[in-house]
């Protein structure tokens, strides 16, 4: 029977890499031990993953291990290989070994509060299946001592990163702190469900957390944050430079574009340029023929709707293509009744803002109205409505 049998009680693992933390990570697992006896529905393990430390770190925790105060696993790696595969290796423990229920990501110099542990516990147990501590939100902050510019950055970086993970989608105004370090995610679904091969990580060094967080939020988790009130080191040596936010923002990159989403509308985006070209060439060559500018324009957007159709349907939304002739027939209807929209608005707005600047830049305004105003409405009709998923 297995301790975990034997107690009844969840198992919350704390996984805490690190290099060179002689100088906390004893207290810091101290101060664990003590939110762990404090008696709870979870019971509190520790895994470290010690990369090659120089500096007596691994036999500190060796040494706080055989106290017996908290369950302590140390994994020893071979040679230091940046702190994803460090978390690569303690999920696969802590799921394959300890059996966790719950997986928490630590820093191992005192930057995170283990106070916030009981926090992150409880909102798993109120029902949240990914729960991030932020500096973003009300009641986080930054340490009191970090300079403006050290601050400014983290800021930036942040904001940036959010940006290209998540805009437009519910998680830009959801995540507010994304390059956070200190999460707990719900093994069960998620944590088991994570890329946790190194060789398949975007980045081995601190943009692996991007792409976990987006990967966790594809998977359907229900996220919440509490606050982080985030705190200078006690010890060592920062292991923060510029470089990591060059990695985290090409990790974003990478990530966003592999987004099954990103890359429909790649698609989609691709089918319209092709619809764009049919548009501008019908635009020219009708009001060449009939000198009618509302005519010409609104016969123009038909051409550009029958080839954008066709193009999606068997390309863009590929994987809800309408087949059968009643099928794909009645989509193209529909098609043509949700595109009324874009006609009206290429009807409206094109001779209006041609009135405006001139004949001459109709093809500019041409460009400007799809760009900016029938791409936003076609994606939301055709994603929503057309071709809904099922």
Not at 80 to 93: E, K, M, P, S, T
Not at 276 to 304: D, M
Not at 355 to 384: E, H
Request: hydrophobic share 45%.
């Amino acid at each position: 029977m297995t301790m975990k049998e034997r107690d009844g009680l969840q198992v919350a693992a704390v996984i805490i890499p690190t290099y060179n933390e002689a100088g906390a990570i004893g207290a810091l697992l101290e101060e664990v031990a003590g939110i762990a006896s404090s008696g709870s529905r979870w019971r509190i393990e520790v895994i470290v993953v010690d990369g090659c430390s120089e500096d007596g770190t691994a036999g500190i925790v060796e040494a706080a291990a055989a106290r017996g105060a908290l369950r302590i696993h140390l994994l020893r790696e071979p040679e230091r290989q940046g702190i994803g595969a460090a978390y690569c290796r303690g999920f696969r423990y802590a799921i394959e070994e300890v059996g966790a229920d719950a997986v928490i990501e630590f820093d191992g110099d005192l930057q995170h509060p283990p106070s916030h542990i009981p926090q992150l516990l409880q909102a798993l147990d109120d029902g949240a299946d990914y729960v991030a501590a932020s500096r973003r939100m009300e009641g986080g902050s930054e340490p009191a001592g970090r300079s403006a510019f050290r601050k400014a950055l983290t800021s930036l970086g942040g904001g940036a990163a959010r940006f290209i993970l998540f805009f437009p989608h519910a998680a830009f105004r959801q995540v507010t702190d994304p390059t956070t370090g200190l999460k707990a995610t719900r093994v069960a679904g998620f944590a088991d469900s994570l890329c946790l091969d190194p060789s398949r990580l975007v980045s081995r060094g601190f943009g692996y957390k991007l792409q976990w967080l987006s990967e966790t939020l594809r998977l359907g988790a229900r996220y919440r944050e509490i606050p982080l009130r985030f705190q200078d080191r006690r010890a060592g040596r920062s292991k923060f430079a510029p470089p990591v936010i060059a990695d985290i923002l090409w990790t974003c990159a990478v990530v966003r574009a592999s987004d099954p989403r990103t890359k429909r509308f790649i698609r989609y985006a691709a089918a319209g340029s092709a619809g764009y070209i049919v548009n501008a060439a019908a635009l020219a060559l009708l009001y060449r023929l009939t000198g009618i500018e509302a005519l010409s324009w609104a016969l123009s957007a038909e051409a550009a709707i029958i080839c954008n159709y066709a193009l999606n349907n068997v390309w863009a939304f590929g994987d809800r293509r309408k087949t059968g002739f009643s099928s794909w027939f009645g989509g193209f209807l529909a098609f043509n009744l949700a595109s009324l929209g874009a006609i009206a608005i290429e009807g409206v707005f094109g001779p209006l803002l041609t009135s405006l600047v001139g004949p001459s830049y109709r093809q500019l305004v041409l460009a400007a109205v799809v760009l900016f105003m029938v791409v936003p409405y076609n994606w939301l009709m055709y994603s929503r409505l057309i071709w809904k998923q099922r």
